[in-house]
């Protein structure tokens, strides 16, 4: 099956840790995105990465960090830097058509 | 900056009833996407909308891009409880990196058996 994974699907930690969100997806996409949701909102730009090995900062990057090592892997690491990480964390790729193709999320609760 | 505005934030509706959610751009638009997210759910691509007043149907859902290229509309046709999600526009980010996009804030259904 292609697509998008993302894990885990919930996700707690205290505050004060660093957490990594997994992200992987199969599609042979270059271009990978991470968006963050809150309740009734849409999505904000987190991270985007073009093309491995190369990442830009999205609207709402303070706090957090990515990596961008191999085509299909784009993990974020929340860290203690980010005020209000309780949210629901979406990654996407991009396919030729410039559709976003998103995986399942991760919903982070941060106590 | 470049902004999206859909509307409404909710809706309503008894099944079988029609529902329509608008989106609209302060800039002229190359293209406009349309996504639904069901609850608990992610995004799912719907259709991507391209020419000036093109007309686009996928069942009951018909997608319209307006004539100016700054306006796009979902129209459901008979509301199904299948139907229930957030309906998401979103359109290409001008004046950073080609492929991002812009979402709106969605529209949220909702459909009474």
């Known amino acids: 099956d292609g697509g998008i994974t993302q894990s885990p699907k919930y996700l707690f930690r205290k505050e004060g840790q660093n957490v990594t969100l997994s992200c992987e997806q199969n599609?042979?996409?270059?271009?990978m995105y991470w968006y963050r949701q809150d309740p009734g909102q849409g999505l904000r730009l987190i991270y985007y990465?073009?093309?491995?090995?190369?990442?830009q900062k999205g609207d709402i990057a303070e706090g957090y960090s990515v990596s961008r090592e191999k085509k299909e892997s784009f993990p974020l690491t929340v860290t203690s830097a980010q005020k209000n990480p309780t949210a629901f964390y979406l990654c996407a790729s991009r396919g030729r058509g410039g559709e976003q193709y998103f995986g399942p999320g991760t919903r982070l609760t941060v106590t | 900056g470049q902004q999206v505005m859909q509307i409404p934030q909710y809706q309503h509706v008894q099944e079988g009833e029609d529902f329509t959610t608008y989106c609209n751009s302060s800039t002229t638009l190359s293209n406009i996407q349309w996504y639904k997210q069901r609850p608990g759910g992610h995004p799912v691509f719907l259709i991507q909308l391209v020419k000036s007043g093109e007309v686009k149907k996928q069942k009951r859902l018909t997608f319209q891009f307006g004539e100016a290229k700054k306006n796009s509309s979902l129209h459901i046709t008979a509301t199904q409880t299948t139907d229930v999600g957030t309906y998401f526009c979103?359109?290409?980010?001008?004046?950073?990196?080609?492929?991002?996009?812009?979402f709106g804030k969605g529209t949220k259904l909702s459909v009474k058996p």
């Open positions: 599609l042979n996409h270059d271009a």
């Open positions: 990465s073009q093309i491995v090995n190369d990442f």
């Open positions: 979103a359109v290409p980010f001008y004046g950073g990196s080609q492929g991002n996009l812009i």
